[in-house]
Nanobody, 119 residues
């Protein structure tokens, strides 16, 4: 089992920044990929960014150039630095972990943290 705890959400004005953190514990050696997903009201949950064991990263187009995902293996923590935030970034952000090649839905999830961007 793996436990994930997110922190760092909040209310920010457009063009502002936030950094989300995800602390992992438990059987973390079984994890290959860590990802940040988000779910806005009335919309499906979507992958925003991910980072694999080797440090390779992936971003969806709407956040490229604005968001940066990173990991600190010594602290078992993954971060999502969000800059130039837009109102459409408002959502609950979830940290997830999976063993490749399982789907994200078959992995582990945190409880989510709310990010609200005001215009």
């Amino acid at each position: 089992q793996v436990q994930l705890v997110e922190s760092g959400g909040g209310l920010v004005q457009a063009e502002g920044s936030l950094r989300l953190s995800c602390a992992a514990s438990g059987n973390i050696f079984s994890i290959d990929d860590m990802g940040w997903h988000r779910q806005a009201p009335g919309k499906q949950r979507e992958l925003v960014a991910s980072i694999n064991r080797g440090g390779g990263t992936f971003y969806v187009d709407p956040v490229k150039g604005r968001f940066t995902v990173s990991r600190d293996n010594a602290k078992n923590t993954v971060y999502l630095q969000m800059n130039s935030l837009k109102p459409e970034d408002t959502a609950v952000y979830y940290c997830a972990a999976r063993r490749w090649p399982l789907a994200w839905g078959e992995g582990y999830w945190g409880q989510g943290t709310q990010v609200t961007v005001s215009s």
